[in-house]
């Protein structure tokens, strides 16, 4: 190992969401989190060089166009993927999912059905509501620890929408998928295009997760489908892959010339049109020098991975296959109703009080996610385990209760 994955690193009184926003409660031991996805690992050297270099020179004007930026990105796809970007598709955005805002306000309109297929990263619904538009539900389907689509439910739905005469709009894709950890494989992709083709849905493709896939696994983009090319916008971005989420940068590629110019109105519009300062210098660092970190990184989260599987397999419990992602998706139906617990709400509130551990219960992840827990396996494993003792015990206080 040539990067630091092993030390702890106290994130204390750094305005962190992860660490700061957890509630702690005095006088009691500091709560593990293993909740929201951003990594308890210092980011690529390179990176953290380059905005120390940066904060030393004392003026922090406006800054140029995001050149730099795109650059790094073509480069990165090309040495990593051989996948060739063209400049011209690229714009910058905030954060990602400040980009999805902005193209469902530019693509769809208020009333206007939104497919998502739960269990799914839970802001897509939160997104439809904010825009006054409707949540169309598919679910996935389940079987045993591995999740697919369901085909035939979401022919009929689009089906039935389209004749009511409210057809579905778009459809909202986590890509790799946020939680079930799976890597959509071109086939299920090709009958998602197929789908959007006769039902002519924009496919907004959130592909944050998209470096961030498991060793043997290959993400496919919807940029290189190109039966979704006049109809597609795909979203990504260096803040999961580098652990740069504080900084808030992304972008969006668009190949079709007149959606481009409509998104990129809407942008304009919003008068984002300045790279943030410190965002840049990190991005363009990480693009740059993050890939033998990155491969590292993979491997650490194969060996956490490992490590929580240990502590399931006493409770009788499976991980999800975690094709992509840092998140483990785990049914823990068995232990709740072992142990009486009402739901997956009720034993996540059980574990952060008096666990002390704090994970994702499933159920916000809308149908699906029921009974499930999702845990971030991106820290050093020392604190993966201290975590995951604290829930061992939690549970066994619990066995022996009367
Ligand atoms: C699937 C997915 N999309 C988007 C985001 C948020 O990205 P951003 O902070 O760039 O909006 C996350 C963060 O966890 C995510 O998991």
Same mark, same amino acid.
């Given at each position: 190992?040539n990067y630091?994955?092993?030390?702890v690193? &106290?994130?204390?009184?750094?305005l962190?969401?992860?660490?700061? @926003?957890?509630?702690?409660?005095e006088?009691?031991s500091p709560?593990?989190?293993?909740w929201?996805?951003?990594m308890d690992?210092?980011v690529? =050297?390179a990176?953290?060089?380059a905005l120390?270099a940066?904060a030393a020179?004392p003026?922090?004007?406006?800054?140029?166009?995001p050149?730099?930026y795109?650059?790094?990105v073509? /480069?990165?796809?090309s040495h990593r993927y051989g996948?060739?970007i063209e =400049?011209?598709?690229?714009?910058?955005t905030p954060?990602?999912?400040?980009a999805?805002?902005?193209?469902?306000r530019?693509f769809t309109s208020p009333g206007?059905?939104?497919? *998502?297929? =739960? #269990?799914?990263?839970?802001p897509f619904f939160?997104?439809? @509501?904010?825009h006054?538009r409707?949540?169309v539900? +598919? #679910?996935?389907?389940?079987?045993g620890t591995r999740?697919?689509?369901?085909?035939?439910?979401?022919e009929t739905r689009?089906?039935?929408?389209?004749? @009511?005469? $409210?057809?579905v709009?778009?459809?909202?894709?986590s *890509? =790799?998928q *946020?939680?079930t950890?799976r890597?959509?494989?071109?086939?299920e992709?090709?009958f998602?295009?197929?789908?959007?083709?006769a039902?002519d849905l924009?496919?907004?493709?959130d592909?944050?997760?998209?470096?961030l896939? /498991?060793p043997g696994?290959t993400?496919?983009? +919807?940029?290189?489908l190109?039966?979704?090319?006049?109809r597609?916008?795909i979203?990504?971005?260096? *803040?999961?892959t580098f652990?740069l989420?504080g900084? /808030?940068?992304?972008?969006?590629l668009?190949?079709?010339p007149?959606?481009?110019?409509?998104l990129?109105r809407?942008?304009?519009?919003?008068?984002?049109?300045q790279?943030?300062?410190m965002?840049?210098?990190?991005?363009? /660092?990480?693009?740059?020098n993050?890939? #033998?970190?990155?491969?590292?990184?993979m491997? +650490?989260i194969?060996?956490n991975?490992?490590?929580?599987?240990v502590f399931?397999e006493?409770w009788?419990l499976e991980?999800?296959p975690?094709?992509?992602?840092?998140?483990?998706w785990?049914d823990f139906?068995?232990v709740i109703g072992?142990l009486?617990? $009402?739901?997956?709400?009720?034993?996540a509130r059980y574990l952060?009080e $008096?666990?002390?551990v704090k994970?994702?219960?499933?159920?916000?992840?809308?149908?699906g996610?029921? &009974?499930h827990?999702?845990? &971030?396996?991106?820290t050093? &494993?020392?604190l993966l385990?201290?975590g995951l003792?604290?829930l061992d015990?939690?549970?066994?206080a619990r066995q $022996?209760?009367?």
């Amino acid at each position: 190992m040539n990067y630091d994955f092993e030390t702890v690193i &106290n994130r204390g009184g750094t305005l962190s969401l992860k660490w700061d @926003a957890t509630h702690q409660g005095e006088g009691l031991s500091p709560v593990i989190p293993l909740w929201v996805a951003d990594m308890d690992f210092a980011v690529v =050297p390179a990176v953290s060089e380059a905005l120390r270099a940066r904060a030393a020179h004392p003026v922090y004007g406006y800054t140029t166009p995001p050149g730099a930026y795109f650059k790094a990105v073509r /480069a990165w796809h090309s040495h990593r993927y051989g996948r060739k970007i063209e =400049p011209e598709h690229l714009l910058l955005t905030p954060t990602v999912l400040h980009a999805m805002s902005m193209a469902l306000r530019t693509f769809t309109s208020p009333g206007d059905p939104i497919l *998502n297929m =739960p #269990p799914v990263y839970f802001p897509f619904f939160r997104m439809v @509501a904010l825009h006054d538009r409707a949540s169309v539900e +598919v #679910p996935l389907q389940r079987e045993g620890t591995r999740w697919s689509l369901e085909a035939k439910a979401l022919e009929t739905r689009l089906t039935e929408a389209f004749r @009511a005469g $409210t057809p579905v709009k778009a459809l909202l894709l986590s *890509n =790799p998928q *946020n939680p079930t950890g799976r890597v959509w494989s071109r086939d299920e992709l090709g009958f998602l295009a197929a789908l959007a083709n006769a039902f002519d849905l924009m496919v907004l493709s959130d592909e944050i997760h998209a470096d961030l896939i /498991a060793p043997g696994k290959t993400h496919v983009s +919807v940029y290189d489908l190109p039966e979704l090319a006049s109809r597609s916008v795909i979203f990504a971005g260096p *803040n999961k892959t580098f652990n740069l989420a504080g900084l /808030a940068i992304s972008h969006v590629l668009v190949r079709d010339p007149v959606l481009r110019s409509k998104l990129k109105r809407t942008i304009e519009g919003d008068f984002f049109e300045q790279p943030n300062l410190m965002a840049m210098t990190a991005a363009v /660092a990480a693009y740059e020098n993050g890939g #033998p970190w990155l491969d590292e990184l993979m491997m +650490v989260i194969q060996a956490n991975l490992a490590t929580l599987r240990v502590f399931l397999e006493s409770w009788g419990l499976e991980a999800c296959p975690l094709e992509a992602t840092y998140l483990a998706w785990v049914d823990f139906s068995p232990v709740i109703g072992r142990l009486g617990f $009402t739901d997956d709400r009720g034993l996540a509130r059980y574990l952060e009080e $008096t666990g002390r551990v704090k994970m994702t219960p499933g159920s916000m992840f809308r149908t699906g996610g029921e &009974n499930h827990l999702r845990i &971030n396996l991106a820290t050093p &494993n020392l604190l993966l385990v201290t975590g995951l003792s604290r829930l061992d015990g939690a549970l066994k206080a619990r066995q $022996t209760q009367p």
